[in-house]
Nanobody
Framework: QVQLIESGGELVQAGGSLRLSCAVS????????MAWFRQAPGKERDLVAA????????YLADSVKERFTISRDNVKNTVYLRMTILQPEDTAVYYC????????????????????WGQGTQVTVSA
């Protein structure tokens, strides 16, 4: 069983920074395309960032480009989301997700692409 555990979410002031971590157990993440989604109250769960198995390809939603960075450490079996210049509209529960793939460069962009999910970590940005 693949288990994903997110951490790092907290209350932060606008303009601040956070780094979210997603620790994976049960399988090596080197076989998985990884992603971060977020869901604000009353809204859909949307893709924020994704990274291929190899780490050579990444995707960032337009709303977070220039501010967020996704990275992975296959030795530590952990994926990170570095968030800077946080804004109140970034307030949401952030979820880590994993998709098994044989393609080293594949990046899933739909929620249904991902079979494994964490429980989420709350990020709250105050104005």
């Amino acid at each position: 069983q693949v288990q994903l555990i997110e951490s790092g979410g907290e209350l932060v002031q606008a303009g601040g920074s956070l780094r979210l971590s997603c620790a994976v157990s049960g399988r090596t993440i080197s076989a998985y395309n990884m992603a971060w989604f977020r869901q604000a109250p009353g809204k859909e769960r949307d893709l924020v960032a994704a990274i291929s198995r190899s780490g050579s390809s990444t995707y960032l939603a337009d709303s977070v480009k220039e501010r967020f960075t996704i990275s992975r450490d296959n030795v530590k079996n952990t994926v990170y989301l570095r968030m800077t210049i946080l804004q109140p509209e970034d307030t949401a529960v952030y979820y880590c997700a994993a998709r098994f793939t044989i393609s080293s460069d594949y990046i899933g962009k739909d929620r249904d692409d991902y079979a494994y999910w964490g429980q989420g970590t709350q990020v709250t940005v105050s104005a």
